[in-house]
């Protein structure tokens, strides 16, 4: 069965303070890994697909990468607006769905 | 252009009734999601669509819920005899062919 553990599951930073969250996954063949968005009151918003080991993407303030046990998520000098939940999920290669890890609670201070 | 629509945004129903809630997907997605997500919780899987394939039923968590799409476009969750448990947000999202998921932002179920 496919596992995704994220942590921490709550983390404070000062505005300006770069920091990472951190991505578990055990997956039997990995099609993708996903990082998701989402502001309170709000469904997730698609930030980055990730397919294999080694692989890296940026947007903005955040940069996401892959090993094959782990991704992290890179937050550069945050700003308030980057206070959210973030959410981590995979998809195995006979799967047809995301399993999701239950989110990282990013507040960050100015 | 349109995101993914759902309806109601909340929904307050007593024990023992039936509800149903909406998904418009975006326009031209193949493949639509409902997932479901408890406080403090992450997503649930509960069924999957796929063009004219059949449904993904495996996440359903009883034969109270039932799921539908109509003509590859809107769906419909049915959940009957709703139980306190039933209480969250439910979630839909669509994609096209299974790339990145859009989701909704959710209809919140209230079962008192």
């Known amino acids: 069965e496919d596992q995704v553990t994220q942590s921490p599951e709550a983390l404070r930073l000062q505005e300006g303070e770069s920091s990472s969250l951190n991505c578990s996954y055990t997956?039997?063949?990995?099609?993708?890994l996903f990082w998701y968005r989402q502001d309170p009151g709000k469904g997730p918003e698609f930030l980055f697909t990730?397919?294999?080991a080694g692989e890296e993407k940026e947007k903005e303030r955040l940069k996401a990468t892959l090993t094959k046990k782990e991704s992290f998520l890179h937050i550069t000098a945050p700003k308030p607006e980057d206070s959210a939940t973030y959410l981590c999920?995979?998809?195995?290669?006979?799967?047809?769905?995301?399993?999701f890890g239950e989110g990282t609670q990013l507040t960050v201070n100015p | 252009g349109a995101g993914v629509s759902q309806s109601p945004s909340n929904k307050v129903t007593e024990k023992g009734k039936d509800v149903e809630l909406r998904c418009d997907p975006i326009?031209?997605?193949?493949?639509l999601y409902w997932y479901r997500q408890s406080l403090g919780q992450g997503l649930e899987f509960l069924i999957y669509?796929?063009?004219?394939?059949?449904?993904?039923k495996s996440g359903l968590p009883s034969d109270r819920f039932s799921a539908e799409r109509t003509g590859g476009s809107v769906s419909t969750l049915t959940i009957q005899r709703t139980q306190q448990e039933d209480s969250a947000v439910y979630l839909c999202?669509?994609?096209?062919?299974?790339?990145?998921?859009?989701f909704g932002n959710g209809t919140r179920l209230t079962v008192t």
């Open positions: 999202a669509s994609s096209l062919a299974r790339r990145d998921l859009h």
């Open positions: 997956v039997s063949g990995l099609r993708g």
């Open positions: 990730l397919y294999s």
């Open positions: 999920a995979v998809e195995e290669t006979s799967g047809s769905r995301l399993t």
């Open positions: 326009s031209g997605h193949t493949a």
């Open positions: 669509f796929q063009g004219n394939s059949a449904p993904d």
